[in-house]
């Protein structure tokens, strides 16, 4: 306000501490103090070992709103003016002494009218001349009305006080990943991706249907304070899931060649004895692999991918043709990565082998 800005604290914020991580701006250790506070502090909401949007509160009642104590108003001449006048366009007192801003009043600009409209009266000039700044900060500090976000800190369930917001949840997981990602050479390396696993067991999956309150595979919108997940649907989250499961899984694409990663990758997901992998080609024909214990399977444009234990790092690539391509290292050239971008049918399918300290 005239040529002036202020700033002042809200309290936390999920999308705050997504933010911040995403940023890059903070170090590994940085960002590890932030994802540790985050855990035991008031966003954490340990029945569903996740983050609600913004700490929970207790709101005021309605008689309780609009309310100020005679010690509030105790150094504005004008209040006591207005009183004494039952003048009534700006404040009126009750019966227990309590003083309240006039009920037609909605915001501060109707406080600037009603200023206006006593300065005019020349009783009431001289108090108005000095006093209006402070009755103006006055009725920010009864309604604080410049923190308001919205239906967030106003209601329950969708985004409402102490609720899950599931997409506000896999944002911090894509941020915690791309954090592990670039301070994966820094002491806090092994702290963060603890971080991710734990944020990752309190989504979806990870819970048990009587956990979650509905199928833990579908996608939700939010979980309301006392409640099971509701609002199905194809939420943002699913994007966020589908970035941060391709890193766990270990591949990346860049420059036109896919890299397998295996910095996220749980082995605890490979299998524990004989499995089959089931998907459709890219012939739109079914196709199945037989894994061993040790290892896990998914497909990538179509074209199966197995990753296997092993004491050394190279991708075999299975041709159409019968053929067999060793490939050391974990990229694929971008003329074989072409093949399954444009799923031309010329791989049957890649084993990538994954030694223990890949």
Not at 38 to 51: I, K
Not at 61 to 73: D, F, S
Not at 154 to 180: I, N, P, R
Request: aromatic residues 8%; charged residues 20%; negative net charge.
């Amino acid at each position: 306000s005239d040529g002036r800005a202020a700033i002042a604290h809200l309290y936390e914020m999920l999308e705050g501490q997504v933010a911040i991580l995403s940023s890059g701006l903070l170090s590994g250790d940085e960002s590890v103090a932030l994802l540790d506070s985050l855990r035991h502090g008031p966003l954490y909401r340990a029945d569903q070992h996740t983050y609600i949007l913004y700490p929970d509160r207790a709101l005021p009642g309605l008689l309780e709103r609009n309310r100020m104590t005679p010690a509030q108003v105790g150094d504005l001449a004008l209040v006591a003016a207005l009183v004494e006048t039952g003048e009534h366009s700006l404040f009126v007192r009750d019966e227990e002494g309590m003083y309240h801003f006039s009920g037609h009043i909605r915001n501060v600009k109707g406080v600037t009218r009603a200023l206006d409209a006593l300065k005019r009266q020349s009783r009431y000039a001289a108090l108005v001349e000095a006093e209006a700044a402070k009755i103006e900060t006055l009725f920010e500090t009864v309604f604080r009305h410049s923190e308001f976000t919205g239906r967030s800190g106003t209601f329950f369930a969708y985004e409402g006080l102490g609720s899950v917001y599931w997409h506000m949840v896999s944002k911090l997981l894509l941020a915690v990943q791309e954090t592990a990602q670039r301070a994966r050479n820094e002491p806090a390396a092994a702290k963060l991706r603890a971080h991710y696993a734990d944020i990752r067991l309190g989504l979806s999956f990870n819970k048990t249907p009587d956990a979650y309150g509905a199928f833990p595979t579908d996608p939700y919108s939010h979980t309301p304070k006392g409640q099971g997940a509701k609002q199905p649907g194809m939420t943002g989250m699913v994007k966020e899931e589908i970035l941060t499961r391709q890193a766990e899984l270990g591949y990346t694409v860049a420059d036109g060649a896919i890299t397998f990663d295996f910095l996220l990758l749980n082995r605890g997901e490979f299998v524990t004895e004989p499995a089959t992998f089931s998907g459709l080609a890219v012939d739109g024909k079914p196709t199945r692999l037989a894994l061993k214990p040790g290892s896990l399977a998914y497909a990538i444009c179509q074209v199966p991918v197995v990753l296997t234990a092993s004491d050394e790092a190279c991708i075999h690539a299975h041709m159409a043709d019968g053929s067999l391509r060793r490939i050391s290292g974990h990229t694929l050239d971008a003329a074989t990565s072409r093949h399954l971008f444009e799923r031309d049918g010329v791989i049957d399918h890649l084993v990538v082998e994954v030694p223990p300290n890949a």
